[in-house]
C-alpha cells in the first residue's frame, strides 16, 4: 500500500486555529481514505507526542507525528492550510502541514521511510514545491519521489568513517572536529531533521567537520572510536537520554533540546566551536540528562534542574523494588497469615518442604501451619529482600544519574550505609546526591592517560565511596538519623483531626500532577516506611494508593455522565480510564489534565484530598505498595478504603462537570 496518495492530501483548507484542530482532521482523513478504523486514537496519540514538544519546524511546516496502533502501515497525510496555525515553529504559523503515523510496533524499514521524508523537509527547493503545486497527484509525486530514493538508495550510515587528515584539503590544525548525536522521543521525525540541519550547516562553514549519530526508532549506527577520540566538541541535541555518554567523556559540550538544532544549527555549531577552544568549557562527565526545551541553552543546566532529575531517576528506579518487594510481603501475609511477620525468619530458617512447621514454632503459635505457613514465610523473606534494597537503589541511581556508571558504587554504598545507621531514605537522598556530585567531581580531574583508564572502573568508585563512607560515618549519619526518627514518631502519633490533614495534603500531592514530581514525592514518603510495617506507614500508603485511584476513575465517569463535555478523544479515553484507575495508575487521566488543565487539575485535587482525609479518618492500613483493588486482600478495613474511594471520585466527576458546565465549555456533539 503508498505511503500517501491523492485521498490523504487537502489543499487549500481551513482545519481550524489549533494544532488539535488540524491534527484531528488529518485523522478523520486518513480514516476517510480507509488507513484507519479509530480516528480518535490517532487524534489522541498524535496530539499527546504534540504536548511533548511542538512539531513547527523552519519554513512555515509542521511535522505532528506519533507511533499508534491506529493505522497498520506506515502512512502520511498533508494538508496545505488556507489559514495557518501555530505549530511553535521558529518562525510564524505553519501553512504546510504532514500527519506522519507509524504503525505501533512497526520494523524499522517503515520509520527509516518516514523519517526520508522529514529530512526532506529541511530542503527549501521541496517546500517551495509543496506550495507551489497545483493538484494533490503532484504532492503525492513529490513525496514519493522523496520515499522511492530512500528504498533505492543504499543504507548508510550517519556517522561515516574518520577521514584521513593527512589526504584533507586542510590540516588537522585548521579543521575543528564536531560530533553529534540527535535524537527526540519517538525517533521518527526530529532526530533526523536535526541530523540533516547541522550536517547541512556545517557544509558550508570553513574549518568545520561534522558527523552525526542519530539515535532514532530505524536504526543507530554509533559513531566510531577513533571519530569521538578525534573531536574537539560535542553536540548533544536530544529531548532524550544520549545513549552510552560515556562514550564522549571530557569531550567539551553543547546540550540542548532537538529542536534548537533544527532551528539555530549555526548558532550551535559556533558555541561547539567557542567550546573546544576554551579549556574551561562544560566537559561530558557521563551523567544522563535530557532538555524537552528548545530554548534552553544548555550551556549546562541549572544544579537545581539537574538534582531534580537525578532524584526523580533514582525514585523511578527504586518503584520495581518497592512494587515487587511490597506485594511479596502482602502475599506472604495472605498465604501465610497476618501473624507471620513475627516469626517468618525462624520458619525459613529452621524449616523446608521436607520439614513443614507446625502451628508452634518455638515460642510462637501460628494461626496456619504446614505448606501455607512454610510458603508464607518464604514470600515474606523475599519481599524483606527486595525491601531492603529500596534505599541503595534510590541513593545508587540518583548518584547514577549525576554522574553515569561512576556514580552507582559510591551511591550503593552510600545508600547500604544509610540502612545501617538508621538515616532510611532521607540519608539515601542525600547519599545519592553526594555520591553523584562528589565522583561527577573527580571525574572532572585532569590526569595522566595511564591514570585516566583505570579512573572510571577503579579510583572514581574507590574515593567517591570512601569520601561517602566517611561524611556518613563520622558528619552526617547520627543527624539523618535523628531526623528520620523524629519523622517517624510523628507519624505515629498523629490521630484524630491530625491525622486527616496529613490525609489531605497527600491526596492533594497525588493528584496536583498525576504521575509527576509532586506525585512521586507522596508515592516515595508512603514506600519509605512501609518495610517498617508500623501503622502509621501503612495507613500513608493506603491513603497515597486511594487517592492516587480517583482522577482517572472520575474522568471516566465524567465523559459518562456529560459526554458532550468532552472531545471525541476524551470520551474514548474515558472507556478504558476507569481500569487504570483501579490498577492505581494515575497517569491514565493526563490526557485529560494536558487539554484542559485549568478545570480538571482543580477537581481531581478536590476528590484526591477527600479520599485521602476520609481513608486516614478511618484508620485504613494497606501492606501493598501498588496494585489498587487487585491487592483488596493486604488493605483492612477494605470497605472503609473502597468507601473512601467512591466518595472522591463521586467529588471528582461533579466538580470537573461542573466546572465544564459553568466555566465556557463548549460542548462537543456526541459521535453517532
Not at 4 to 13: H, K, M, N, R, Y
Not at 115 to 131: G, M
Not at 299 to 313: E, H, S
Not at 416 to 440: D, E, K, P
Amino acid at each position: 500500500m503508498s505511503t500517501i496518495t491523492p485521498s490523504l492530501v487537502t489543499l487549500d483548507a481551513d482545519f481550524g486555529v489549533t494544532p488539535q484542530d488540524v491534527i484531528g482532521q488529518l485523522a478523520k482523513t486518513v480514516a476517510a481514505a480507509g488507513r484507519s478504523t479509530n480516528a480518535a486514537l490517532l487524534t489522541e496519540d498524535a496530539c499527546a507526542r504534540e504536548a511533548k514538544s511542538a512539531t513547527g519546524v523552519p519554513g512555515g511546516v509542521a511535522i505532528p507525528h506519533c507511533r499508534t496502533a491506529a493505522v497498520n502501515e506506515p502512512t502520511l497525510a498533508f494538508a496545505r492550510l488556507s489559514r495557518p496555525v501555530d505549530f511553535g515553529g521558529p518562525d510564524g504559523d505553519a501553512d504546510l502541514v504532514f500527519l506522519i503515523a507509524a504503525p505501533e510496533g512497526g520494523g524499522k524499514v517503515h520509520l527509516k521511510i518516514l523519517s526520508t521524508l522529514a529530512r526532506a523537509l529541511v530542503r527549501k527547493d521541496f517546500i517551495a514545491a509543496l506550495r507551489t503545486a497545483q493538484t494533490k497527484e503532484e504532492i503525492v509525486d513529490l513525496v514519493m519521489d522523496v520515499l522511492s530514493k530512500a528504498k533505492d538508495r543504499k543504507p548508510k550510515a550517519d556517522a561515516a568513517a574518520a577521514p584521513d587528515a593527512a589526504s584533507g584539503a586542510k590540516a588537522a590544525g585548521d579543521i575543528t572536529r564536531i560530533v553529534a548525536i540527535t535524537a527526540c522521543p519517538t525517533g521518527i521525525a526530529h532526530t533526523y531533521m536535526a541530523c540533516d540541519s547541522l550536517k547541512q550547516t556545517a557544509e558550508e562553514m570553513d574549518g568545520v567537520e561534522l558527523q552525526v549519530e542519530t539515535q532514532g526508532s530505524s536504526s543507530v549506527t554509533p559513531l566510531p572510536a577513533d571519530v569521538i577520540a578525534a573531536a574537539d566538541a560535542v553536540i548533544f541535541a536530544t529531548d532524550v537520554g544520549v545513549k552510552d555518554r560515556e562514550r564522549f567523556s571530557g569531550k567539551p559540550v553543547i546540550e540542548s533540546g532537538v529542536k534548537r538544532a533544527i532551528n539555530e544549527p549555526k548558532k550551535m555549531i559556533e558555541e561547539a566551536v567557542a567550546a573546544s577552544r576554551n579549556p574551561n568549557a562544560r566537559k561530558v562527565t557521563g551523567a544522563s540528562t535530557s532538555s524537552n526545551n528548545a530554548e534552553e541553552t544548555a550551556a549546562q543546566l541549572g544544579w537545581g534542574k539537574r538534582i531534580q532529575q537525578a532524584v526523580m531517576t533514582g525514585v523511578s528506579y527504586m518503584i520495581p523494588f518497592v512494587a515487587a518487594g511490597g506485594l511479596l510481603l502482602a502475599l506472604g501475609f495472605l498465604v501465610g497469615g497476618y501473624d507471620m511477620a513475627n516469626g517468618w525468619e525462624d520458619i525459613v530458617a529452621n524449616h523446608s518442604l521436607t520439614n513443614l512447621p507446625g502451628h508452634e514454632v518455638g515460642d510462637m503459635t501460628f494461626d496456619r501451619g504446614g505448606f501455607l505457613l512454610y510458603f508464607g514465610a518464604v514470600l515474606f523473606a523475599a519481599g524483606q529482600a527486595a525491601m531492603g534494597f529500596i534505599v541503595p537503589a534510590l541513593s545508587g541511581y540518583i548518584a547514577y544519574a549525576l554522574a553515569g556508571r561512576p556514580g552507582i558504587t559510591p551511591g550503593f554504598v552510600g545508600g547500604a550505609i544509610s540502612l545501617a545507621v538508621g538515616a532510611g531514605f532521607i540519608g539515601g537522598l542525600v547519599t545519592g546526591i553526594l555520591a553523584g556530585l562528589v565522583a561527577m567531581w573527580i571525574g572532572s580531574w585532569k590526569v595522566h592517560r595511564i591514570i585516566a583508564s583505570l579512573m572510571p572502573v577503579a579510583i572514581i568508585p574507590l574515593l567517591s565511596s570512601l569520601i561517602v563512607g566517611l561524611s556518613m560515618y563520622l558528619f552526617l549519619g547520627r543527624p539523618l538519623s535523628a531526623l528520620l526518627e523524629g519523622l517517624q514518631n510523628w507519624l505515629s502519633s498523629m490521630s484524630g483531626s491530625s491525622a486527616v490533614l496529613l490525609g489531605i495534603i497527600l491526596g492533594l500531592m497525588m493528584c496536583f500532577d498525576l504521575g509527576g514530581p509532586v506525585n512521586k514525592a507522596a508515592y516515595l514518603f508512603a514506600t519509605a516506611g512501609l518495610s517498617t510495617g508500623d501503622d502509621a506507614s501503612l495507613k500513608i500508603m493506603a491513603a497515597v494508593m486511594a487517592a492516587g485511584m480517583v482522577p482517572p476513575i472520575a474522568l471516566s465517569v465524567a465523559t459518562f455522565l456529560r459526554p458532550r463535555l468532552f472531545t471525541d478523544a476524551e470520551r474514548e479515553n474515558g472507556k478504558s480510564a476507569w481500569l487504570l484507575g483501579l490498577s492505581f495508575i494515575s497517569e491514565g487521566a493526563i490526557p485529560f489534565a494536558a487539554a484542559d488543565p485549568f478545570r480538571v487539575i482543580p477537581a481531581m485535587m478536590v476528590g484526591g484530598a477527600a479520599t485521602g482525609a476520609i481513608s486516614m479518618a478511618f484508620g485504613v492500613g494497606s501492606r501493598a505498595p501498588h496494585g489498587g483493588l487487585f491487592v483488596l486482600f493486604a488493605i483492612d478495613p477494605a470497605w472503609a478504603w473502597i468507601a473512601a474511594i467512591l466518595v472522591g471520585t463521586a467529588v471528582s466527576a461533579l466538580a470537573v462537570v461542573a466546572l465544564k458546565q459553568f466555566t465556557g465549555k463548549q460542548a462537543v456533539p456526541a459521535r453517532a
